[in-house]
Nanobody
């Protein structure tokens, strides 16, 4: 049963913008922590951003602060990742992940998340 579905990836030029969407089932959208990870070829999966349902607080890894914004729209069971000023080093497969009990406030560890989407490719290139 698919519970997290990402969309919105694509090819964009450096400096451009994309908005990723993570549509969740009702059950998973009630989880506290929903996060975005990314994995570039030959690299480990990296936590990018996270939002807590309990208080709406957010976390960003340093490399995306000021450029990416995470948000959730309860009426649509969707978490968004607005990405601006994209750089070639942002190229990766982006995954949505969720966990019912986690409160995300620091470094994101993929092992802490129990539900995952299938990923969407983001390529930043001229």
């Amino acid at each position: 049963q698919v519970q997290l579905v990402e969309s919105g990836g694509g090819l964009v030029q450096p400096g451009g913008s994309l908005r990723l969407s993570c549509a969740a089932s009702d059950f998973v959208f009630d989880y506290n922590a929903i996060a975005w990870f990314r994995q570039a070829p030959g690299k480990e999966r990296e936590g990018v951003s996270c939002i807590n349902r309990s208080d709406g607080s957010t976390y960003y890894t340093d490399s995306v602060k000021g450029r990416f914004t995470i948000s959730r729209v309860n009426a649509k069971n969707t978490v968004y990742l607005q990405m601006t000023d994209l750089k070639p080093e942002d190229t990766a497969v982006y995954y949505c992940a969720a966990d019912p009990d986690l409160y995300c406030e620091s470094h994101l560890d993929s092992g802490d998340f129990t539900s995952w989407g299938q990923g969407t490719q983001v390529t930043v290139s001229s």
